[in-house]
């Protein structure tokens, strides 16, 4: 299969090249940067883009049997207007773009890069795929980001939006954020710890995406999750453990919300999420337990 990845230089792309290489894949990365960085393998056709404009790189898309867009700047930030405009457009452009470029008549395999932060804060509420979308900011983006990949049914393609929870990876994403500080023994829950952490390792995102671009069966949402979240606290103790660190130093949500902007209620709400769609249609997670699934990044 001809695969093409948007944003295939970021956290998840970059594996997931390799990884479809390694299947027999033919492989087209799009990203901003000028160059592929040194891990990019030999065999991967690179394009270099602003996605977020039209332009040629829209050619590439021809002839590929499937796109996986993954392009869209990092939310582990301070949030201002400035970085949540970002945040935005770098999603809707991109896909509004890649959609554009699909032939009217069309038999490609979309696989819409989501998160979980569709559904908003719902506290201990267990969210599956039909629930309702969430208020917020990260709820609004994700509903629009969907929405514009579900543009491309109209032309014949098969669109699945993959809401992907938190990613745990060795090389960077929520725990690259965390793991200095409880090696500087100032890491622990944040806020109360008792809101909702749902996660998946870097593994079975990886694994999850090969299952569903072999399953055409699949449309429409999937949650791309463990299916067992936990909450902050949880998340913290394990990590201090596998670390031998403390874990009991809180982070104060005034003091998250001063540091991070909005971004920062974000983290002290989350979701308790299911992969409803997955577990349904026969994935088997390698690392469906949080203790090693961390133990495995740490390792």
Not at 67 to 74: D, E, F, K, M, R
Not at 235 to 257: D, E, I, M, Q, Y
Not at 260 to 266: A, I, L, N, Q
């Amino acid at each position: 299969m001809q695969v093409l990845i948007t944003g295939g230089l970021g956290f998840v792309g970059t594996q997931l090249s390799q990884r479809l290489l390694k299947a027999g894949h033919q492989v087209t990365v799009v990203d901003h940067a000028p160059h592929p960085h040194p891990r990019t393998p030999t065999q991967v056709c690179y394009v270099s883009a602003d996605t977020t404009r039209p332009g040629s790189w829209q050619e590439a898309i021809a002839g590929h049997d499937a796109v996986i867009n993954l392009a869209g700047a990092s939310i582990f930030r301070r949030w201002n207007a400035k970085t949540k405009e970002l945040i935005y457009n770098s999603r809707i452009l991109t896909t509004r773009n890649v959609v554009d470029a699909l032939p009217s008549t069309s038999a490609v395999h979309l696989l819409n890069a989501s998160a979980v932060g569709y559904y908003g804060p719902h506290g201990d509420a267990f969210l599956q795929e039909e629930d309702p979308p969430g208020s917020d900011f990260l709820a609004r983006v994700c509903v629009d980001w969907e929405a514009e990949a579900a543009k491309a049914a109209d032309k014949g393609a098969r669109v699945v939006a993959m809401r992907f929870g938190i990613i745990l990876g060795k090389t960077g994403g929520a725990l690259g954020q965390m793991i200095p500080a409880f090696k500087r023994f100032v890491g622990g829950p944040l806020g109360h710890g008792r809101q909702w952490f749902s996660w998946i390792h870097m593994e079975d995102l990886l694994g999850a995406i090969e299952f569903v671009l072999a399953r055409t069966e699949i449309q429409g949402a999937a949650n791309f999750c463990s299916p067992n979240p936990v909450r902050n606290e949880t998340l913290a103790h394990v990590l201090g453990k596998l670390l031998r660190r403390p874990s009991f130093l809180r982070t104060p949500g005034l003091v998250l919300r001063l540091v991070m902007g909005e971004f920062g209620s974000v983290l002290l709400e989350g979701q308790r999420v299911f992969p409803g769609v997955l577990l349904r249609h026969g994935y088997a997670f390698r690392y469906p337990d949080i203790e090693a699934a961390l133990a495995e990044v740490l390792a």
